[in-house]
């Protein structure tokens, strides 16, 4: 089973951003998706989920249901999960009643807000716990005043509310000190342990000194230029991007 | 101070002669409150029966009730305000005047039924140092208006919940004026459904040394119209003044949310912060907002005001879409939420107020007020 | 040679002037000079007629005139207006011919003419930074210069009466059409009043390089000026554009009391054309000015006005745009200053009709010894107007206890989809940062020079460079008076 994207092209207007994409993510496999910034990696993550602003073509597949034509909401209820490079702002809103309602919505298929799951809570206080944050975050509006290292840590805690079977994670090492670093790379490892899909999106690769890759793709251009092993991210390190620039 | 009666021969003459309003609201719009609604029940003859509303309250105010009424006015509103006002005391029939000691206090209005204007006006006097939480309800099933005033003599510190339940199928407007002498502090939230035509106009005094948070709500759904005025008026030293409002305009709605910031000349070394926004649900949604600011003295501390306009971003759609909830989810989410984060300033009265804010949300989206979604421009 | 109140940079020492306490000090007393014809009497059809007759001019116009004297007798004053008693327009001169024979060198002037224009410096900006160049002196145009810049390219550039005489199929076209003549009682009172101004007229797929300039003085007390300013720019070909930097500047004598400035500006900005409109507002503190600016903006057009209000007793002026087209754009920038018992009323409107249009404003206001500064604003998107956009920020300064700040803005969002937001603060100059510039031995008025220039920075950022080294100069020079007080 897997998360398989099939010839798949992105544009906004007359600007085409990403140039026939296939790749296939299979479940309980990490791969490492690096390239230089504006090379179309973040779009690739958002046409995925299915941000309407693009205009695409190709095919997306989980676990062999196509995908592509779905709304945003309804590919996240089959099991894909992002996390966000720069996650929006949401004033008013508290990171506790965000993870009530993802949390309610995956069990039962409706959202009641006014019910409040006290487990929830005490679910979210541990995971919080378990990424380095403190238990105060959940009375904090969502995004609001984060810093960087807290954004990635809280989109990490959203998504296993989530329990998405494949996971995106965008730039999830960006802003964070070593320690955090690792923290995400052990959670990584456990999620991959528990069969799931990792699609990790990086720029500088700091996350592969905890993460094992089994793949690594390089994107250039809005097109994948090379597929390999751990092998290419010394490549790229030792090198940079510009051997694949013609 | 004068007597009930004088006030009512004056507005009775005043009121034909009156505007409703002098100075246009814009160049555009001559006045976001549409009189026109007011002045057909001008005049109208007609009974009027109280009922005791549901609950438990301390002060029940009004004909069904157990407090005594006033015959001398010394309040804050001048009969020759405009229009409205001198009809309000035309119309008033009874007075209430409530002096109120440290403690809690449930104050509930007589429910008016009638097809005539019904006025409706309350004092509230807080003694000197008192501490105490208040919380006004009124719910009224007839057009007309009600003056609240609330005058907190020197250091005292209330926090005050009022919650107003118009008939939606009348005109009303409501008079609501605070007085902060020196020193005093208070804590405030006024929320309002919709009528025909709401207008609540809310005018907030403070002199040297208060202090004052409060915080305005009101939903306008189907094509009922709220006019939320909340002014403030720094007259001394050292005062600060946090005002914020929001509204939230579905179906066809207009929401109108605006105020004035005065600081003048003796309010030196003065604080003033006056936040307004509007979130446009339905498709036929509007929104109007003045964010108004006037500063006769160079010697202020800080002086800041913004406004906003807007339905939620797509960005922030796909965002909550990405964690499994449809835009009507999201959006109702972001609604219910903002709605309660308002009330953060408040303590004793907090949980009535929520109730109220949640029970109102609640019929919207049960009546299924708000069809229309879809994102805004970013 | 001093070049100051006009927007185009002169490498002069500032210095020289810096004893001066602005425009109208550095023109000196009003000179008395001999006056052709003058006008004063009751507005009426007789008055009006008499006008029209003296400018020889067709009968559309003077129809146009009568029907505007009607509106002005049937509107009511405008309440908003504070700080103003009632103007008697009838107690002014409305019409005033200084005799002196107009034409295109500055040599042909007498004297006195000359040595106003040459202290403004400009004949030597017109020689070396302009493609064009007309001033009007009380109620005419005196000189006009059309250089080779304007006439290789088949732009129209005259002045706005001479407009009607030669091109009065277009001037039918578009005058009155932007700003309507019944709009309010001041405009319908400019219609019937209107003498000299420029007009210009852009053919499609044209860019003029170098800016124009119009220039305005009031010689005399007790005098009223209604010129009027016509832009058009014809829609241009798809992919195509045109570009106009236009740039007016004011200024007075001083004067022993008020004279009345009633101005009118009309753009017509035509599809994918982008008109660049720079006032320099620096009046002597004898003028009333009420400056009404209005454009309509088609199909990805840009509309920018930049006003810098400095001078005049009281200043009103909200430069319009209407986005009627789609995509069109406008942006707003203004610098306010009111030193002294002066009454600045200034801001901006933007209107959105259209969809995907887009809106910008930017205020900053300076009060200073007792002034009074206002923003005034309104942004209203229509129905339709569908994922438009505005933004507008207003930051008021207050540089002393007596002087006073107002910031009123309105926004009227009649389609959901649009998202609107404004921000406003007002700041002063605090005591703490006063005593630390003193400490390095910089006078307050020289310190107060430099908080404003701080505080303006970042709009100066987003204006041509002509335009920030007046501005900035300007600045210089209404402080520089409070030097001596620290």
């Known amino acids: 089973m897997a998360l398989e994207v099939l010839n798949l092209s992105v544009s906004i207007g007359e600007k085409e951003i990403l140039k026939d994409v296939t790749f296939r993510l299979e479940r309980g496999e990490t791969t490492i998706l690096m390239g230089p910034n504006g090379g179309g990696k973040t779009t690739l993550s958002f046409a995925i989920m299915g941000h309407p602003k693009y205009n695409v073509s190709g095919k997306i597949l989980l676990d062999g249901e196509d995908i592509s034509k779905l709304p945003t909401h309804e590919r996240a209820l089959k099991g894909l999960g992002l996390a966000f490079q720069n996650p929006v702002e949401i004033p008013g809103l508290r990171f506790s009643s965000l993870l009530n309602a993802i949390s309610i919505k995956k069990r039962t298929g409706e959202l009641d807000m006014s019910k409040i799951d006290p487990k929830v809570i005490v679910w979210a206080g541990r995971k919080l716990g378990e990424v380095g944050l403190d238990r105060s975050f959940l009375e904090r509006e969502v995004n609001i005043g984060f810093s960087g290292g807290e954004k990635k840590r809280s989109e990490i805690v959203q998504l296993m509310a989530m329990d998405p079977k494949y996971l995106i994670l965008d730039e999830p090492d960006s802003g964070l000190d070593v320690d955090g670093i690792k923290i995400i790379g052990n959670i990584v490892n456990g ?18 000194k905890f993460v094992k890759p089994d793949k690594v793709m390089i994107m250039l251009n809005g097109s994948i230029v090379e597929e390999g092993g751990a092998e290419l991210i010394e490549k790229v390190e030792s090198r940079g991007y510009k051997g694949y620039e013609r | ?232 008026i720094q007259i001394g030293e050292g005062s600060e003044a946090y005002v914020a409002g929001l509204g939230m305009a579905f179906d066809s709605s207009l929401s109108s949310i605006r105020g004035t910031a005065v600081i003048s000349e003796e309010a030196r070394k003065s604080v003033s912060d006056l936040g307004i926004e509007a979130l446009l649900i339905g498709d036929g949604a509007r929104a109007y907002t003045m964010p108004m600011m006037k500063i006769d003295t160079g010697d202020v501390t800080a002086a800041n005001h913004r406004a906003s306009q807007q339905r939620l971003s797509r960005n922030l759609l796909f965002y909550l879409g990405s964690r499994g909830l449809t835009e009507e989810e999201s959006t109702s989410l972001v609604l219910y939420e903002k709605s309660i984060s308002i009330l953060n300033h408040l303590s004793e009265t907090k949980s009535f107020s929520e109730d109220k804010v949640k029970g109102v949300l609640k019929k919207i989206y049960l009546e299924g007020i708000s069809r229309n979604y879809g994102p805004g421009g970013i | 040679m001093k070049r100051l109140g006009s927007p185009i940079e002169l490498e002069k020492e500032l210095k020289e002037v810096m004893g001066e306490k602005g425009v109208d000090e550095l023109l000196g007393k009003a000179k ?42 049937k509107l009511p004053m405008p309440n908003w207006v504070e700080g103003i008693e009632s103007i008697d327009v009838e107690e002014f001169y ?146 195509e554009t045109s570009y106009l930097h236009f740039i007016e500047g004011c200024a007075a004598p001083v004067l022993k009391r008020f004279s009345f400035h009633n101005g009118m500006v009309e753009i017509y900005a035509g599809r994918n ?28 057009a840009h509309v920018e006005w930049v006003e810098g209000s400095i001078g005049s007793k009281v200043t009103y002026t909200y430069p319009a745009t209407i986005l009627k087209g789609r995509g069109s754009t406008t942006r707003n920038i203004s610098v306010g200053i009111s030193n002294g018992p002066y009454i600045k009323d200034v801001g901006a409107k933007a ?21 009074l500064a206002t923003y ?46 404004h921000e406003a603060s007002v700041d002063k100059l605090s005591e703490d940062q006063l005593f630390y510039m003193s400490s390095r031995g910089i006078k307050e008025g020289e310190a107060k020079a430099l908080i404003v220039n701080g505080f303006i920075r970042e709009v100066l950022k987003k204006l041509p460079l002509e335009t920030v080294s007046i501005l900035t100069k300007v600045i210089n020079l209404e402080f520089s008076e409070l030097g001596g007080v620290g």
């Open chain 1, 191 to 208: 999620l991959k342990a528990n069969g799931k899909g990792i699609l990790i999106i990086t720029h500088h690769a700091e996350i592969t």
């Open chain 2, 1 to 232: 101070m004068s007597s009930l009666d004088a006030l009512k021969e004056e507005g009775a003459s005043l009121y034909r002669k009156l505007k409703w309003q002098e100075i246009s609201d814009s160049p555009m719009v001559k006045s976001y409150t549409d009189w026109s609604m007011y002045e057909k029940y001008l005049g109208l003859g007609g009974d009027v029966r109280y009922e005791k509303p549901e609950g438990n309250y301390d002060f029940l105010v009004g004909d069904c009730g157990n407090v005594e009424p006033s015959y001398d006015y010394n309040g804050y509103i001048k009969v020759n305000e405009g229009k409205l006002a001198a009809y309000h005391f035309y119309e008033l029939e009874r007075l209430y005047k409530l002096k109120v000691s440290s403690g809690r206090h449930k104050i509930a209005f007589c429910v008016p039924k009638s097809k005539k204007w019904v006025s409706n006006h309350l004092i509230l006097e807080l003694e000197k140092g008192s501490k105490a939480s208040i919380v006004v309800h009124e719910q009224r099933r007839s057009p007309g208006s009600t003056a609240i005033e609330v005058l907190l003599d020197e250091g005292a510190d209330l926090e005050l919940s009022i919650i107003l339940e118009p008939d939606e199928s009348f005109p009303s407007a409501y008079i609501i004026r605070k007085v902060i002498y020196n020193e005093g502090s208070a804590n405030s939230f006024t929320f309002s459904t919709s009528s025909y035509m709401n207008r609540i106009e809310e005018r907030n005094l403070l002199f040297k040394g208060s202090r004052l948070r409060h915080r305005s709500l009101v939903y306008s759904y189907r094509n009922l119209k709220v006019d939320n005025i909340m002014d403030t």
């Open chain 3, 32 to 73: 008395e000079y001999k006056k052709e014809i003058e006008i004063r009497g009751k507005i009426g059809r007789d008055l009006i007629e008499e006008i029209s007759k003296l400018k020889k001019e067709p009968k559309w116009m003077l129809n146009l005139r009568l029907r505007a004297l009607e509106l002005f007798e």
């Open chain 3, 94 to 239: 409305q019409y005033v011919r200084p005799e002196a024979q107009p034409g295109e060198e500055w040599n042909q002037l007498p004297d006195w003419f000359k040595e106003y224009y040459t202290k403004l410096g400009l004949p030597e900006a017109e020689a070396y930074a302009l493609s064009g160049i007309t001033t009007v002196f009380d109620s005419e145009n005196l000189v006009t210069k059309v250089k080779e810049e304007l006439k290789s390219k088949k732009v129209i550039f005259t002045s706005m009466d001479e407009a009607v005489q030669r091109y009065p199929e277009i001037v039918k076209q578009y005058f009155s059409r932007v700003f309507p003549i019944g709009d309010y009682k001041l405009a319908a009172l400019h219609y019937a009043l209107w003498s000299g101004g420029a007009f210009v007229y852009i053919p499609r797929n044209t860019s003029v390089i170098n800016p124009v300039e119009a220039y305005f003085i009031i010689g005399s007390e007790l005098e009223g000026q209604f010129e009027h300013t016509l832009i058009v720019a014809e829609d241009n070909a798809k992919g």
């Open chain 3, 273 to 300: 054309s982008q008109i660049y409109f720079t006032t320099l507002q620096n009046w002597g503190k004898s003028i009333i000015n009420f400056n009404n600016k209005r454009a309509i903006a088609n199909e990805n």
């Open chain 3, 351 to 371: 209107i959105h009709v259209a969809p995907d249009t887009k809106s910008i404003i930017i205020s900053k206001s300076i009060s200073s010894g007792g002034g």
């Open chain 3, 376 to 421: 005034r604003g309104l942004v209203k998107i229509l129905k339709g107007a569908k994922g438009s956009f505005s933004h507008v920020s207003c930051d008021s300064l207050i540089l002393d206890e007596k002087s006073r700040a107002y910031t009123l803005p309105r926004n009227e969002v009649d389609e959901p989809t649009a998202t609107v937001s």
